[in-house]
């Protein structure tokens, strides 16, 4: 029986055919590489879009939240006291004069120099709450 294919034939195919499937396989690989490329250019830019999204949301609520304070602290003002160094002047007797009959009443109210207390007696509002922590990726 003859052979189909000479042997000339048979080496030159055998070399088409590796020849055609390398060329197959390196073509698959680089068309896997360019969709890979392109989704994860595209995830980027989607993540750049919803970073820019959450950026722009954060600084809008931390302006809020500052003019939020602004505010409160326009309306509840804070004294401030500092306690300074205080001298002791020792100087001369100073006499005062009794005052008139009939103008000390019995009860009445008596002064004391040098010592005011204020108690403050009305509490102060809260500053508004921070704004809300923003959700992580």
Do not use: C, Y
């Not at 994860?40 to 954060?58: F, G, L, Y």
């Not at 939020?68 to 205080?86: C, F, I, M, S």
């Not at 100073?94 to 009959?101: C, D, F, P, Y």
């Not at 109210?109 to 108690?119: A, D, N, V």
């Amino acid at each position: 029986m003859r052979a189909l294919l000479s042997t000339g034939q048979r080496n030159r195919s055998r070399v088409v055919l590796a020849v055609l499937s390398g060329t197959l396989a390196a073509a698959t690989a680089a068309g896997t590489g360019v969709a890979t490329a392109m989704a994860a250019q595209e995830s980027a830019r989607d993540n750049a879009v919803k970073a820019a999204e959450k950026a722009a949301a954060d600084a809008a609520a931390a302006k809020t939240h500052h003019d939020a304070l602004v505010k409160w602290a326009k309306e509840n003002p804070t004294v401030v006291t500092k306690d300074r160094p205080t001298k002791t002047v020792v100087g001369p007797r100073v006499l005062a004069k009794a005052s008139s009959s009939g103008s000390a009443k019995v009860g009445g109210s008596s002064s004391r120099s040098g010592t005011s207390s204020s108690s403050g007696g009305t509490s102060r509002p809260k500053p508004p709450p921070p704004p809300p922590a923003s959700a992580g990726s």
